[in-house]
């Protein structure tokens, strides 16, 4: 995230109005995170805004049906599409990090598949090292900000469990360890 553009989203975040959800939304997966975690600080922001920010779990924006196809396609193995019998192009679910759409397998079977949104993840990348860039310069210029909070640990935690959620096969590995707990 830029300097300019984390100071307007302070800005969204900060204000007594509402804040324009679709704008944070637009501006990337750095900013819909941010937000998420200040949606659980009603001691700074207040319970109105919350609620609001709150919003952002529940109603990510998803790919545009005519790029979603597009998109599998640019990450899946060649002939993937020839395994279904029919993919829906609604998504059942989506979240900030990716969609899930219901399938049907040509035996009948129903099943979902899940895909990260690549532009999420490639860009959540930059967006994380430009802010660790201008964050050290702040807290070099201002070491009271440390007082405040850790600033720097905030971002790693959110680099850390964001980069984490993009990486599918943690949760086919959680996945794996729920069925295990479930067969013992």
């Known amino acids: ?13 900060m204000r007594k109005k509402p804040a324009d959800l679709d704008w944070i939304q637009n501006q990337g997966l750095m900013a819909v995170k941010l937000a998420q975690i200040f949606a659980l600080r009603p001691d700074l922001l207040g319970e109105e805004k919350c609620k609001q920010l709150q919003q952002l779990y529940q109603h990510a924006a998803s790919i ?8 599998l396609k640019s990450k899946a ?3 993937f599409f020839d395994n279904f019998k029919h993919i829906e192009s609604k998504p059942l679910a989506a979240a900030s990090v990716g969609q899930v759409h219901r399938a049907t397998l ?7 598949i899940k895909f990260v949104k690549q532009a999420n993840a490639v860009k959540f990348r930059k967006e994380v090292d430009r802010m660790r860039s201008w964050l050290r310069m702040f807290l070099v210029l201002s ?3 440390r007082k405040v909070g ?6 790693n935690h959110v680099a850390d469990y964001t980069t984490r959620e993009l990486d599918l096969r ?4 959680g996945a794996a360890e729920l069925a295990r707990i479930q067969t013992e």
Do not use: C, Y
């Open 1 to 13: 995230m830029r300097m300019l553009t984390f100071f307007k989203f302070m800005r969204q975040i």
């Open 77 to 79: 193995i060649p002939n």
């Open 150 to 155: 850790n600033p720097m640990a905030l971002l």
């Open 170 to 173: 943690n949760e086919i590995s």
């Open 64 to 71: 545009p049906p005519e790029n979603w196809e597009a998109t």
């Open 106 to 112: 040509h035996n009948g079977d129903e099943v979902v």
């Open 143 to 145: 070491p009271r900000l």
